[in-house]
């Protein structure tokens, strides 16, 4: 069975950081592309970054682009996300999914970071940024 769990999330002021974590088990890591997304109340949910699973090429969304560090440590199933320079806008549920397909071909998950092209889901982080 496909898990996913994020952690990490919280409350931060604008200007502060997280650190988000994703842990899988329940299927072969190593095979999948990992995208990291948010949805925001009341609007849809937004492809952030996503990392490869061959290589560890990185794909960010321009809204993060530059704050957002997005890693991935295959020892233990887990992805990371690294937030700085954290704005009120990004106060979201944050989630990670695993690519559609797999091996080579999960490298086109993260062409777009589309929803679409994505799978199994965790259950979600809250981050909230305010003052």
């Known amino acids: 069975q496909v898990q996913l769990v994020e952690s990490g999330g919280g409350s931060v002021e604008p200007g502060g950081s997280l650190k988000l974590s994703c842990v899988g088990s329940?299927?072969?890591?190593?095979?999948?592309?990992i995208g990291w997304f948010r949805q925001a109340p009341g609007q849809g949910r937004e492809g952030l970054a996503c990392i490869r699973n061959v290589g560890g090429r990185t794909t960010y969304k321009d809204s993060v682009k530059g704050r957002f560090t997005v890693s991935r440590d295959a020892s233990k199933n887990t992805v990371y996300l690294q937030m700085v320079r954290l704005k009120p806008e990004d106060t979201a549920v944050y989630f990670c999914?695993?690519?559609?397909?797999?091996?080579?071909?999960?490298?086109?998950?993260?062409?777009?970071?589309?929803?679409?092209?994505?799978?199994?889901w965790g259950a979600g982080t809250q981050v909230t940024v305010s003052s």
């Open positions: 999914s695993t690519s559609n397909f797999i091996r080579s071909s999960a490298v086109a998950s993260c062409v777009g970071i589309d929803e679409r092209l994505f799978r199994s």
């Open positions: 329940g299927f072969k890591f190593d095979d999948y592309a």
